[in-house]
């Protein structure tokens, strides 16, 4: 089993700059992709970033040019710097892995931006 763990979230204004954390634990060999998704009230959770073993990362665009993914293997964590924050990325931030066939989730972290 993986176990993901994300921190970091809050309350900021626009504008602001926030840095999410996912700290994977338990069987973490051969996990793959790391990524994030977002869920705001009333709406479908979203793809926000995604990063490989490797580094490749791909965003949404809605992020690209404010958001940063990125991943320290040796720490077994994946983070997400958040810049330039707007109202819209108000949402629960949900950390997730990749190993085989198999995806996990972390438990969620509120991020709020208010205008």
């Known amino acids: 089993q993986v176990q993901l763990v994300e921190s970091g979230g809050g309350l900021v204004q626009a504008g602001g700059s926030l840095r999410l954390s996912c700290a994977a634990s338990?069987?973490?060999?051969?996990?793959?992709?790391m990524g994030w998704y977002r869920q705001a009230p009333g709406k479908q959770r979203e793809f926000v970033a995604i990063?490989?073993?490797?580094?490749?990362?791909n965003y949404v665009d809605s992020v690209k040019g404010r958001f940063t993914i990125s991943r320290d293997n040796a720490k077994n964590t994946v983070y997400l710097q958040m810049n330039s924050l707007k109202p819209e990325d108000t949402a629960v931030y949900y950390c997730?892995?990749?190993?085989?066939?198999?995806?996990?989730w972390g438990q969620g972290t509120q991020v709020t931006v208010s205008s």
């Open positions: 338990g069987t973490i060999f051969s996990i793959d992709v």
């Open positions: 990063i490989s073993t490797g580094g490749r990362t």
């Open positions: 997730y892995g990749v190993r085989g066939a198999s995806t996990y």
